[in-house]
């Protein structure tokens, strides 16, 4: 069962370009929305995350934004680098109870190259 | 060296083998998590661990089994291990399950090949 559901599956944007990836989730108990990033031959890193209680959060050149009606939210790159290619991906996860994991449910990735 | 490592980073094996990642981090958190990561699916989980001796399945835990006896060592057993096991195999760690932030610290993963 695939509850969140992530596109595209790969990208190839110019540099200096806006990169945006999507993703929808079908749990609305879900209350924590993290990108993660990775590079080939690396282990996902976390790139920047969101809580539902806020429909946008920027970080540099990366914003997500949430819209909680659709149980939608997306990463926009801006000014898209060669150093940004990577696979994207994106998680949800709900609150943990004393004794139990957070677990997060991941998307399925996005490829992302930027080229020059 | 603090962090999160696994070993080995590499590994054939073949049909009806028993194979055991190892996955070791110092930072004492509580959460352990082992991940499969294979195109088109993403991370799935397999197992994961809210402290020593606590464990639970994930996503796709059948023909693995693991262990938990000391907090930081969180190793991930491949019973008999099938063609359908060839993956990469991640393990992560989270400092706590009610905490404000949820990151999980990621491993530089094991790829697994079961001939």
């Known amino acids: 069962q695939q509850q969140v559901k992530q596109s595209p599956q790969s990208l190839i944007v110019q540099k200096g370009g806006i990169s945006i990836i999507n993703c929808a989730y079908e749990?609305?108990?879900?209350?924590?929305f993290p990108w993660y990033q990775q590079f080939p031959g690396k282990g996902p890193a976390l790139l920047i995350a969101?809580?539902?209680?806020?429909s946008e959060k920027k970080e540099g050149r990366f914003t997500i934004s949430f819209n909680k009606s659709a149980k939608q939210f997306s990463l926009h790159i801006m000014d898209s680098q060669p150093g940004d290619s990577a696979t994207y991906f994106c998680?949800?996860?709900?609150?943990?109870?004393?004794?139990?994991?957070?677990?997060?449910?991941f998307g399925t990735g996005t490829r992302l190259q930027v080229t020059l | 060296d603090a962090g999160i490592t696994q070993s080995p980073r590499y590994k054939i094996t073949e049909t009806g083998r028993q194979v055991t990642l190892m996955c070791h981090q110092t930072?004492?958190?509580?959460?352990m998590f082992w991940y499969r990561q294979d195109l088109g699916h993403g991370l799935r989980l397999i197992y994961y661990?809210?402290?020593?001796?606590?464990?639970d399945k994930g996503e796709v835990p059948d023909g693995y089994v693991v262990s938990r006896s000391k907090t930081e060592n969180f190793p991930l057993t491949l019973e008999s291990a099938t063609r359908s096991q060839t993956s990469v195999y991640f393990c992560?760690?989270?400092?706590?399950?009610?905490?404000?932030?949820?990151?999980?610290?990621f491993g530089p993963g094991t790829r697994l090949t079961v001939t």
């Open positions: 992560a760690s989270s400092d706590s399950g009610t905490s404000t932030s949820y990151e999980q610290y």
């Open positions: 661990s809210a402290a020593a001796d606590i464990t």
């Open positions: 749990n609305t108990a879900f209350d924590y």
């Open positions: 969101i809580r539902p209680d806020v």
């Open positions: 930072w004492s958190h509580s959460y």
């Open positions: 998680a949800a996860s709900r609150r943990g109870y004393t004794g139990t994991a957070s677990k997060l449910t």
